[in-house]
């Protein structure tokens, strides 16, 4: 909506993300788990609550990247109402972005829950990396191996999800079809 219809509209969304994204996730996590519980609902709930302004952002710029192309112009001619504008030309162009973005960001979901679990606030009842590594500490000098396989594990997940997300950003590119 932002995107799409600018002006006013736009301003007061923009200023409300900005307000919003200068909260810090983690204060974000930390207050959702200390009134709501220690569980996966809560967590799920306080990324949910952080998670989607740089979606937002994206989507915006999309939004905006569309609204003046020719075929959507040539529709709103014909016309089209916004809805239809919205929901049949300009978001089918931009889901390739989106789609990818989503993908991308879940090597910092997975982050954000070792960082979480690590300090003791998260899914403490639950086997995660971060409490993995928070149960492994202390055996760092003695079995320092405990600690780095499951670095190592985290790593190696978190990096296989980026390329995974590089190679379907290439594949949903408009601009690479047809491109050897």
């Not at 390739?96 to 973005?101: E, H, R």
């Not at 606030?121 to 003695?142: D, K, M, P, R």
């Amino acid at each position: 909506i932002s995107g799409y219809f600018g002006g006013v509209t736009d301003l007061i969304m923009e200023r409300i993300t900005e307000i919003l994204g200068g909260v810090p996730w983690i204060v974000v996590m930390t207050l959702c788990i200390l009134h709501l519980g220690s569980n996966v609902w809560t967590f799920l709930l306080a990324l949910v609550l952080t998670g989607w302004i740089g979606m937002s952002s994206l989507t915006r710029s999309q939004f905006y990247r569309f609204k003046g192309r020719e075929y959507v112009l040539a529709s709103r001619t014909l016309g089209a109402k916004d809805s239809r504008l919205i929901f049949k030309h300009i978001l089918p162009n931009s889901m390739g972005t989106l789609v990818t973005s989503g993908v991308m960001m879940i090597p910092s979901v997975i982050y954000d829950e070792a960082t979480i679990s690590y300090l003791g606030l998260g899914l403490t009842n639950l086997t995660s990396f971060g409490v993995t590594l928070s149960e492994t500490q202390q055996f760092i000098w003695t079995y320092p191996y405990m600690v780095l396989c499951t670095a190592i594990v985290m790593s190696v997940l978190m990096i296989s999800i980026n390329l995974f997300g590089n190679g379907l950003r290439d594949a949903l590119n408009p601009s690479l079809k047809g491109v050897d």
